[in-house]
């Protein structure tokens, strides 16, 4: 069940794959409705995405259950049917992959947390606990635990998908550079600690996603490198940063401007590349030629 650290232990270039919800806004899903229904309501537009991503070299694609805890899923009242979606979205995910192409569970925030009083440890970690073993019932290969800025949350999902799935398991946290130059998440977690708690819960990749365009995720990787050299880092990083244009978040880094990044960003020590928020097919092309030339060099 070690697929992508045995491809990495070859020492090859990972590509994974981009954006799922402007994706899916493009295909009709409405602000304010469910990303993750559908997967029940319109599985053959969720597997659109997969399928585009897979043409377009990704050697790892996403599932469609970022938003997919009990949590999320009750403010559109479909918690009872969480463990049913999560599956889903695995199936629909791994049916675009084939046998080639490897599937990362995805699992976000669960927007509720331990510090407020909102949720109980106990809690938070069934949470989880129900979300991957579904997604590893749908035929997952990895856990994906995505777009962290609290240590206490992302090390409960990181325990919960080590102790009760045989998949490996991949956390990134968001981070954003403060006006003293580093780089923190909005909890005031630096890549450095996140490396050594990580570390300590279990997690076989790590690394970062969203918040930053492929140039900020140079010197995180760089922080994270300081730490531990040796294990496989992950990057998703945005198309560019965003920009309010009628009220929509508008991306507007070209895929060509997202891969120039990519031979330094390997300098750095990223193992794993690919896309977050704004990022289509087109950026993941790009990247994949240029890992592939770097390969060459």
């Known amino acids: 069940m070690n697929r992508i650290l045995k491809a990495l232990s070859s020492g090859k270039t990972l590509v994974s794959d981009g954006a799922w919800g402007t994706m899916l806004q493009s295909m009709g899903l409405q602000p304010g409705e469910c990303p993750e229904s559908w997967n029940l309501t319109h599985p053959e537009k969720v597997r659109e995405v997969a399928a585009a991503y897979v043409a377009a070299g990704s050697d790892l694609i996403e599932t469609n259950s970022f938003g997919g805890s009990r949590f999320k899923l009750a403010h559109y009242h479909l918690d009872g049917q969480t463990y049913e979606i999560n599956q889903k979205a695995a199936e629909i995910s791994r049916s675009a992959a084939g046998d080639k192409v490897i599937v990362l569970g995805s699992v976000g925030p669960t927007g509720v947390m331990l510090m407020m009083g909102e949720v109980s440890e106990d809690q938070l970690f069934d949470a989880f606990k129900e979300q991957a073993?579904?997604?590893?019932?749908?035929?997952?290969?990895?856990?994906?635990?995505?777009?962290?800025?609290?240590?206490?949350?992302?090390?409960l999902a990181v325990k919960a998908a080590k102790e009760?799935?045989?998949?490996?398991?991949?956390?990134?946290?968001?981070?954003?550079?403060?006006?003293?130059?580093?780089?923190?998440?909005?909890?005031?977690?630096?890549?450095?600690?996140?490396?050594?708690?990580?570390?300590?819960?279990?997690?076989?990749?790590?690394?970062?996603?969203?918040?930053?365009?492929?140039?900020?995720?140079?010197?995180?990787?760089?922080?994270?490198?300081?730490?531990?050299?040796?294990?496989?880092?992950?990057?998703?990083?945005?198309?560019?940063?965003?920009?309010?244009?009628?009220?929509?978040?508008?991306?507007?880094?070209?895929?060509?401007?997202?891969?120039?990044?990519?031979?330094?960003?390997?300098?750095?020590?990223?193992?794993?590349?690919?896309?977050?928020?704004?990022?289509?097919?087109?950026?993941?092309?790009?990247?994949?030629?240029?890992?592939?030339?770097?390969?060459?060099?």
């Open 133 to 155: 073993m579904a997604l590893e019932a749908g035929g997952a290969d990895a856990i994906c635990i995505e777009t962290m800025i609290a240590l206490d949350e992302a090390i």
């Open 164 to 297: 009760h799935t045989r998949l490996e398991v991949i956390c990134t946290m968001t981070f954003d550079k403060t006006v003293q130059g580093d780089f923190r998440t909005m909890m005031g977690v630096s890549p450095e600690e996140m490396v050594t708690a990580l570390q300590e819960a279990g997690v076989d990749i790590l690394g970062t996603n969203c918040g930053n365009g492929m140039e900020n995720m140079i010197p995180i990787v760089e922080s994270i490198r300081r730490i531990n050299p040796d294990i496989p880092v992950l990057v998703h990083a945005n198309a560019g940063l965003p920009h309010l244009i009628d009220g929509q978040n508008v991306f507007d880094e070209t895929p060509e401007i997202t891969a120039s990044f990519i031979p330094r960003l390997l300098d750095a020590g990223a193992n794993i590349v690919g896309g977050c928020c704004g990022t289509t097919p087109e950026h993941i092309k790009k990247i994949r030629q240029k890992t592939e030339i770097r390969t060459k060099e």
